[in-house]
């Protein structure tokens, strides 16, 4: 967890104690010492947490500091078995599945094309499912990726619930070092209505030297 002092004087030392109201979450170590900041400082804590319920999509922590509290959520997911069955689409077209069951030759991200993530391009990831391949909604927190762009893919036609398959379209930051390799988390939705089936793969994508075409 990550502390800025916005003020405009040093903070005095501070024993942040970890705290959850959910049950099974354990705390590696409870409490964390917080040195002063100076003003516009920041420092990260490190914080490592045993959730206890494979079942739970989310754990809310709580950081006290006396009367203080701040809360915070974090999102859970199951394991996920590694994968190298994927591909890159970085301003390519590859043969993909929209609006949840038709297979259509289909352009994602932008760079040059090589199949490979490079700092600069926009990329996406798809993993095969059958005959085509589906576009996957992409975690991680790495600092060499922008992740915050996401795109959906209607499936109203499909199922006429309004539904959609979100997909990541991630950027490599420009200052990112080829040959930095990038652990993400990947998943789709495949379509099986009513309950769709959820699809989880753990990857490692390098970062390449972009060539220009």
Known sequence: MK???????RSA????RWESPNPGVKFETPTT????????????????VTVEDPARELVKIVALDGARR???????F???EPSTDFQIADGRTVNAWERAVRRAETPFGGGNGDGHAAPGETFAVLLPDGDALRAAELFTNDAC?????????SWFEYDRAGAAAR????????????????HMLARIVIPNAPEHRI???????????????
Do not use: M, Q
């Not at 030392?13 to 942040?16: D, F, H, K, S």
């Not at 997909?167 to 390799?181: A, F, K, M, Q």
């Not at 699809?199 to 220009?212: D, K, Q, T």
């Open 70 to 76: 701040l809360t915070f959520e974090v999102p859970l």
């Open 145 to 153: 990726v922008d992740n915050s762009l996401r795109a959906s893919d």
């Open 78 to 80: 199951p394991a996920a």
């Open 167 to 182: 997909y990541s379209l991630p950027v490599i930051r420009p200052g990112c070092e080829p040959g930095h390799v990038i």
């Open 199 to 213: 699809r989880y793969a753990a990857l490692e994508i390098p970062v390449w030297y972009r060539n220009p075409r």
């Open 33 to 48: 010492r917080l040195f002063g900041l100076a003003p516009g400082e920041s420092a990260l804590l490190p914080i490592t």
């Open 3 to 9: 502390f800025w002092n916005k003020g405009g004087a």
């Open 13 to 16: 030392t501070a024993a942040i």
